[in-house]
């Protein structure tokens, strides 16, 4: 079984800065996929970015430039750095976990941008 354990969120002046991390614990596939997703009030579930083993990495197009996503594998951890930020990013933010029918998800971490 695999846990997901994410930390980081909280308020923020629109363009300030926060890191969002996500640290997974338990037996996982070498070729696991770490992303992460968010979920803004009255919204749908949206993916924001994820790294592949392979060190391909994927935006959605509304923070491209402005997040960064990374990971360090020692750690088995994935970081979220997030700039610019604007009150349309105010979410709950979701990492993901997953390789072959393998899906964990963490319990989420809100993030708040005032304007």
């Known amino acids: 079984q695999v846990q997901l354990v994410e930390s980081g969120g909280g308020l923020v002046q629109a363009g300030g800065s926060l890191r969002l991390s996500c640290a997974a614990s338990?037996?996982?596939?070498?070729?696991?996929?770490m992303a992460w997703y968010r979920q803004g009030p009255g919204k749908q579930r949206e993916f924001v970015a994820r790294?592949?083993?392979?060190?391909?990495?994927e935006y959605v197009d509304s923070v491209k430039g402005r997040f960064t996503i990374s990971r360090d594998n020692a750690k088995s951890t994935v970081y979220l750095q997030m700039n610019s930020l604007k009150p349309e990013d105010t979410a709950v933010y979701y990492c993901?976990?997953?390789?072959?029918?393998?899906?964990?998800w963490g319990q989420g971490t809100q993030v708040t941008v005032s304007s």
């Open positions: 338990g037996r996982m596939s070498s070729t696991a996929v």
């Open positions: 790294m592949l083993r392979d060190g391909r990495i």
């Open positions: 993901n976990l997953y390789w072959g029918t393998y899906d964990y």
